[in-house]
T-cell receptor
Framework: QKEVEQNSGPLSVPEGAIASLNCTYS??????FFWYRQYSGKSPELIMF????GDKEDGRFTAQLNKASQYVSLLIRDSQPSDSATYLC??????????FGPGTRLSVLP | EAGVAQSPRYKIIEKRQSVAFWCNPI?????LYWYQQILGQGPKLLIQ????????DSQLPKDRFSAERLKGVDSTLKIQPAKLEDSAVYLC??????????????FGPGTRLTVL
């Protein structure tokens, strides 16, 4: 059974701080990794994907991947109250199989 | 481009009744997914289609759930009979086929099912 684990939170950070969200996965054959943001009552929307070891930056978001440690993270710089949401980590294998983690609730306090 | 369409958006039924959900994926997307998301949890894959063939239905409760994608485009998911624990949001997603690492899923708005 392929597993993806995340801290459920809530993770609370003050406005302007860096929020760090973590995800670990069990399947070493995993190829690519996705971070989705889900506002309450809405469907998930893609923030970033990463498939190579190292960092990938997009605006205020940075995804970090370490395949040896089976670990992927998302950093949100200059956090805003509008970033308050649940962040879902999803892992894809070589095919089209996605496995989602339970999500981490982030609360950015003004 | 138009997104993934789902209907209905909300449904309330009593236990032991049947219900059906419809999904129309993004045009050209060969892969279609149905997920169940219970409040406070991540999406759980129920079934995955590639065109009109089933790729993975290992987590589909086949005694009560069924799904089809007859023409390789839109899809229906049915529950018969429904149980209280089926109360959840049912999400449909689609993606391009192929094994590219970049193939992302796009989600529809979901159907919120309440079983009383």
């Amino acid at each position: 059974q392929k597993e993806v684990e995340q801290n459920s939170g809530p993770l609370s950070v003050p406005e302007g701080a860096i929020a760090s969200l973590n995800c670990t996965y069990s399947d070493r054959g995993s190829q690519s990794f996705f971070w989705y943001r889900q506002y309450s009552g809405k469907s998930p929307e893609l923030i970033m994907f990463i498939y190579s070891n190292g960092d990938k930056e997009d605006g205020r978001f940075t995804a970090q991947l370490n395949k040896a440690s089976q670990y992927v993270s998302l950093l949100i710089r200059d956090s805003q109250p509008s970033d308050s949401a649940t962040y879902l980590c999803a892992v894809k294998d070589y095919g089209q199989n996605f496995v989602f983690g339970p999500g981490t609730r982030l609360s950015v306090l003004p | 481009e138009a997104g993934v369409a789902q209907s209905p958006r909300y449904k309330i039924i009593e236990k032991r009744q049947s219900v059906a959900f419809w999904c129309n994926p993004i045009s050209g997307h060969a892969t279609l997914y149905w997920y169940q998301q219970i409040l406070g949890q991540g999406p759980k894959l129920l079934i995955q289609f590639q065109n009109n063939g089933v790729v993975d239905d290992s987590q589909l409760p086949k005694d009560r759930f069924s799904a089809e994608r007859l023409k390789g485009v839109d899809s229906t998911l049915k529950i018969q009979p429904a149980k209280l624990e089926d109360s959840a949001v049912y999400l449909c997603a689609s993606s391009h086929a192929g094994t590219s690492s970049r193939n992302e899923q796009f989600f529809g708005p979901g159907t919120r099912l309440t079983v009383l």
